[in-house]
């Protein structure tokens, strides 16, 4: 055999060899694609799912991951948990972990544990290698303690780090309970509306916060409504509820606004504030920048979470402003959305459109001024934006103007004025 048609031949088998693994790993790129995408993958969460998870790209057998998701899809989790479990948790495709489950998951019968129980359980199943039957051990210790029907399934939904903990933890925090005075039936609504609780340690966290409550003055029977009213009183961190208090005794608004926040008591007060910190915080603000926010529009301690949501939300998607702009211009969140936000911005993105305005309006410039201050300036000279900003009736603007919610002061009245600190 000529020396030539053996390079060849030698040439032409590495390149094979090199390409071959790439097509095949094309192929099965594709294919993992297509099936990801019949089992409701948008193309954007397919990108991004695929991107980080590469090693399901070098998996031999797409037919496997096909019958894993089968089993879970026998497991009747909801759409809305269940592409969210495979982000969160993509080794849960293991075919041979799953065929163990679907076999456990068949001896509960009609356990009343709900498909977005058994998501959250199997992704902490896979992450600490739990056997099914050590689970179905713990539902059973659970059941013997109290936990029946929607509180069982309720926990595992929300915190299935449970069927982690020794009897003796869980009765720990039973008896924590049954110590502020609370009923079996209390302690039953506050393991289902707060599951969370469960995962505080009873010496270090619990206790304490029970302490500085009664530290601030507050009636043993009246910490015991408040829990029972709304669990989440016991997620407080230490010193959260004093420092609440704090910002409360220093606002510097009209009397029926400050008398409407205290309506239900100082301590319901004080939680209010730390649920809008909560919500302001959680859109990406400190809590420092969150509590100035509250001193200076008290109006927001009074307002629903989901309409404070729903306004950041305009602001950063569709108006396009940081959130830090609150900071500044906290009278944005006190505005009416349907009546003076919507209407305002409508306008100002007409003029824009069509070149009508020579300088930014800014944030400040669209919420601060009156109704009919901003109707001279951007409606007036611009009939066709009556419509959608609504007329000014004659005399509009004429009475006083609604007081501020909080007084203007100097540097020195604002203990959230960053240049006190400084």
């Not at 304490?208 to 408040?226: K, M, Q, S, V, Y």
């Not at 969140?333 to 007409?350: H, S, T």
Request: glycine share 8%; net charge positive; with cysteine.
């Amino acid at each position: 055999m000529p020396m030539g048609f053996v390079t060849k031949a030698t040439i032409f088998c590495r390149f094979f060899s090199t390409v071959s693994p790439k097509i095949s790993q094309f192929r099965n790129q594709i294919c993992l694609a297509n099936l990801l995408q019949r089992y409701g993958f948008s193309p954007s969460q397919l990108h991004t799912f695929l991107a980080k998870n590469r090693f399901l790209l070098l998996h031999s057998n797409v037919h496997e991951i096909h019958n894993s998701l089968n089993i879970l899809l026998s497991f009747k989790i909801p759409q809305t948990s269940f592409i969210p479990l495979l982000f969160d948790c993509p080794a849960v495709l293991d075919f041979n972990f799953l065929k163990k489950w679907q076999i456990g998951i068949s001896k509960f019968g009609n356990s009343g544990i709900s498909p977005v129980a058994i998501c959250s359980v199997l992704a902490l199943s896979k992450r600490f290698q739990i056997d099914p039957d050590l689970f179905l051990n713990r539902v059973g210790v659970l059941k013997d303690l109290g936990f029946n029907g929607g509180v069982l399934t309720r926990v595992l939904e929300r915190f299935p780090r449970i069927i982690m903990m020794k009897e003796d933890e869980i009765c720990g925090k039973i008896g924590f309970l049954e110590g502020t005075g609370i009923s079996r039936y209390g302690i039953e609504r506050v393991f289902h509306s707060f599951p969370e609780v469960l995962g505080f340690d009873v010496e270090n966290r619990l206790k304490p916060l029970l302490d500085e409550f009664l530290e601030l003055g507050f009636r043993e029977n009246e910490i015991r409504d408040e829990i029972i009213r709304d669990p989440r009183v016991l997620g407080m961190e230490l010193g959260e509820m004093s420092r609440c208090l704090g910002l409360l005794k220093t606002l510097k608004c009209r009397v029926p606004i400050k008398e409407e926040i205290f309506s239900e008591g100082e301590f319901r007060a004080g939680f209010e504030v730390k649920l809008r910190v909560d919500c302001l915080c959680k859109q990406g603000l400190i809590h420092r920048e969150a509590f100035k926010i509250l001193w200076k529009e008290p109006r927001l301690i009074l307002y629903e979470i989901e309409e404070i949501e729903k306004k950041i939300q305009f602001l950063v998607n569709r108006m396009k402003y940081g959130v830090g702009c609150l900071v500044e211009v906290p009278e944005y969140l006190g505005a009416n959305f349907d009546k003076q936000i919507i209407p305002r911005y409508n306008v100002v993105e007409y003029l824009r459109s069509k070149g009508a305005l020579e300088f930014d309006v800014g944030l400040k410039g669209l919420i601060k001024p009156s109704r009919l201050r901003f109707y001279n300036l951007y409606v007036k000279p611009y009939p066709e934006c009556e419509k959608m900003f609504g007329r000014v009736a004659d005399g509009a603007g004429l009475q006083q103007r609604h007081p501020v919610a909080c007084k203007a002061g100097s540097i020195f009245s604002d203990p959230y004025n960053d240049k006190e600190s400084s």
